[in-house]
């Protein structure tokens, strides 16, 4: 039997998954090719001084910031199948996600199958047609290494897990041109030592927005953390205030705020999300819509309808990430071995759009159709159901959510708990 040929373009988590799962099935897939566009995995984890641009002119893909630690605990922010080592604590800092995945990387033998420093510049699918036989669909990947030299191979499918991070959103404020300090997006904070004493002002209080501000605060900067969502009643900081969104920048360099208040910054910090973005990846042409924060339709929030032998992995956003991948990468899998039988094209576009109608009958805006949230774990359980293969614990579940609690109640020290899993079910709290 001809093994299949899967490019994964992004050697992040995401990719990283695809290529051990992958390699782990030798008698349905070849080997993998795993293109990454910079000289290390890891991908969100590998940490970057850099802002802007690398030395090649692409731009910096990682958006990490020097302190970070995680924000969720490693008893379920790990692959099922792939624990952390037992002695650290629950909420790491990013060098230890980093060699976590370098560690998944050698124990699943995947540094061989990862070309760095390869960017993935188009990806077009090719459809052979032959009398008598039913149309198929390969893959035409171009690539270019460091020195630009082009290189266009065939696959059967393409796996892309390039991550979706790393484009800057940055809303229209109108006048910021009048804005007298510092403007930058969070993608480009990397730690708050030249903010001290300054007065910033942060747009956004999800994830990045609040941390950065408690960072802030901690070298002694006056923040003002502007959101549009209900005022925060969790302990913050005393140097952090909250305000209303910021409408406009006055002339004389002053932010306005939707409450009519005024405020003079020394910098301007947008922590407002990012874009969905695939340049190698001509959306019309695969019946796709790629906007800022949606991209459909996307049968499963993976395939094309019309093309599903192309699987996004990871696009789905207020997720438990590395348990997500291992469910979506074993279900794209069992897709191409033909142990899921999919529906036709026609009947996986309506089940999507029907969907999507759904959730916005519901209210939910168009840019939230992609955020999971409650929603996942019956995701993920279907994907398991169908593709037959062991389920997420329900352990996962009820570590992240009770996590999500201790978030929004404690921002500044729920990363002090640690916590151990007792079985499938259940986890207690260490001292
Ligand atoms: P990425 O990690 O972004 O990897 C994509 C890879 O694709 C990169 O290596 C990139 O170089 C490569 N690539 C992109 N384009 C191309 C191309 N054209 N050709 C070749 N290669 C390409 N998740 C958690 O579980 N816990 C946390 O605490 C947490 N904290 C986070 C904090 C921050 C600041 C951010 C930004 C994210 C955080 N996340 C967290 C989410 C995190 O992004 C995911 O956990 C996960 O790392 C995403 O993996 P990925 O492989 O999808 O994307």
Redesign the pocket.
Known sequence: MLLQRVAV????????CAARHILSRVNSFAPPVV????DN??????YDERVGTYDNGRPV?????RD?????PKEV?MFPDFPFDPQLSSFLPHQE?QRYLEKYCHEHHIWPHVRFN????NVRPVVLSAEGEKDRTTWEVT?SDSSGRQKTEMFDSVFV??????EPHIPHIPGTEHFKGRVLH?HAYRCAEPFSGQVVVVLGAK??GLDISIELAKVGAQVTLSHAGPLLTCPLPAEIQQCSPAVAVEEDGRILFQDGSVAAADALMFCTG?NFRY??LDAAQLGLQVQDHLVSPLYHYMMPPAFPSLFF??ICKII???PN?HCQVQFALAVLDGSVALPSPARMEEEVRSELREKVERGVQRRHLLILEQQQWEYCRTLARTAGFTPLPPVVRSLYEEVWRQRRVHPENYRRLNYRLVGDARWELVD
Do not use: K
């Open positions: 373009v992004g050697a992040g988590a995401a990719g990283l293109f990454e566009l910079t995995i890891g991908g969100t984890w590998c893909h990682s958006s990490m910031y970070l630690r995680t924000n969720l922010m996600v390869t960017a993935v510049e690539s897990c390039s991550g979706h991070y790393s969070s994830a990045s990012y340049p190698f992995i990871g438990c990430p590395f991948f």
